[in-house]
């Protein structure tokens, strides 16, 4: 028959400091932050691959220099082995690709245009799409190939 009360040290409380009052917590919780993290790394690696649209073709090789880097992206046009026209990776019939590179150049800044072309096409489907490049208003354009091809130094021909 205890009139006295024994203080149970559970019960969910917490402990106060001497003074009296409660501090904020000052720990962060990182675990949201990282599961956020993870979620978009993977999003990242699914979805980086397919951010390159092309045409699969067989470049030719050269040991040309790279071109230097523009603000604007450059247009990528390209020739593929059946003679095919792409801008972008959008087929284009071959009657339509004049204006539709003469609008496409209203509305870019610059007139730098890529021209990618498979090894097996002729040279002149080649020159007849520059043609055509040129008759759209643009007037800069590269040829792409794949680096490390044969170079014609004066020590090989002896």
């Not at 019960?11 to 919780?29: A, V, Y």
């Not at 245009?113 to 080649?126: K, M, N, T």
């Not at 208003?137 to 794949?146: C, E, P």
Request: glycine share 14%.
């Amino acid at each position: 028959m205890g009139a006295g009360t024994v203080k149970s040290s559970g019960g969910g409380q917490r402990r106060r400091r001497r003074n009296g009052g409660s501090q904020p917590m000052s720990e962060i919780n990182v675990t949201p932050f990282v599961d956020v993290m993870l979620v978009l790394l993977i999003i990242f690696m699914v979805a980086a691959p397919l951010l390159t649209a092309g045409v699969p073709i067989e470049l030719p090789e050269t040991a040309a220099a790279p071109l230097p880097q523009e603000q604007e992206e450059p247009l990528a046009v390209t020739v593929g082995p059946e003679g095919e026209v792409f801008i972008g990776s959008t087929e284009v019939p071959r009657a339509d690709l004049v204006t539709r590179l003469t609008a496409i150049a209203g509305e870019r800044q610059g007139d730098r245009v890529f021209l990618r072309a498979d090894g097996s096409v002729p040279y002149a489907e080649v020159m007849v799409v520059m043609g055509a490049l040129n008759a759209g208003g643009f007037r800069n354009i590269g040829l792409v190939t794949d680096a490390g091809g044969p170079t014609l130094d004066a020590a090989e021909g002896e």
